[in-house]
């Protein structure tokens, strides 16, 4: 555990858990964090609770020897998966990215500031699904958007092209994230990185940070791509508490299952 003046801990009930037993969340605070507590003083927040409205400086904790050994192993899993695909991404990248820029002449790239590890803001890279305008659009499509806020989804998306629809359905559109993990920003398992920034989250959602972000998770492999974002902290929890090396590679072996079978975003 690393050293500070300023811990504290915060203990809350996870929303719709069958016990109501409650965990200690971590979190980040102006660019630092920590699962923290200060000997003999416990601050209970109400459920709902945002990091906004937390203060205090506080620091991640130091992971064990296991888990240390753990995440050496799957950093080095990681670089040789991505650069024994290298090759095969080099190539579907230049036939991706030309179908793109024949359908409308914009750029195949998509890049989007997401929230990795420890709420540490990264850029990430996916190739274009949409028109080159989506953003525009989107404030226009607001009363149709299907979940809680600040996601936002809808079936049957205008904005997307039909190379976009390709892309989606078969998850190609989440290659070039193979750069992200080779650039340490993600995993190939883990949960996935929101495009809203850490302090938008329930203090309870916060562990999740815990993990660094992957290209696929326990949520991906559920059948569901309406989970709101409530439920899919709850898978992203269970991940965390049952994370290990065989248990990622289940889930790398069962996301081949799903996109095959075309169970890609929509």
């Given amino acids: 555990m690393w050293q500070s003046d300023e811990f504290i801990t915060v203990r809350e009930p996870i929303p719709s858990t069958r016990n109501g037993t409650s965990m200690s969340a971590t979190f980040p605070v102006h660019g ?9 003083e416990v601050v209970r927040l109400g459920e709902g609770t945002r990091l906004g409205e937390i203060t205090r400086p506080i620091f991640w904790p130091k992971p064990g020897a296991a888990k240390a050994a753990y995440l050496k192993r799957k950093r ?17 990248t230049v036939i991706i990215s030309y179908f793109i820029w024949l359908e409308d002449g914009g750029a195949p790239f998509f ?9 540490r803001r990264f850029v990430m890279f996916k190739f274009r699904t949409m028109v080159r305008n989506a953003e525009e659009m989107k404030q226009r499509l607001m009363h149709l958007n299907e979940l809680k806020p600040p996601d936002f989804k809808i079936s049957n998306d205008p ?13 190609l559109d989440e290659l070039p994230q193979i750069f992200n993990v080779i ?11 929101t495009s ?8 309870w959602q916060m562990r999740r940070l815990e993990a660094t972000p992957g290209l696929t998770g326990l949520w991906q492999i559920s059948g569901r791509s309406d989970l709101e974002f409530d439920e899919r902290v709850k898978l992203d929890l269970a991940y965390i508490e049952k ?24």
């Fill in 183 to 193: 650039k340490g920003d993600m995993s190939l398992v883990g949960p996935r990185p």
């Fill in 111 to 119: 890049m989007q500031m997401r929230t990795g590890r420890h709420g």
């Fill in 159 to 171: 904005r997307i092209t039909r190379v976009g629809k390709f892309l989606r359905r078969t998850s």
């Fill in 196 to 203: 809203f920034k850490a302090d938008t989250y329930e203090i």
């Fill in 32 to 40: 630092h964090s920590v699962e923290a507590w200060r000997m003999g």
């Fill in 76 to 92: 080095a899993f990681d670089l040789f998966v991505c650069f024994l695909l290298l090759p095969v991404v080099f190539i579907l």
């Fill in 243 to 266: 994370q290990s090396f065989w248990f990622d590679l289940v889930i790398l072996w069962r996301t081949i299952g799903s996109v095959s079978r075309g169970h890609g975003a929509y």
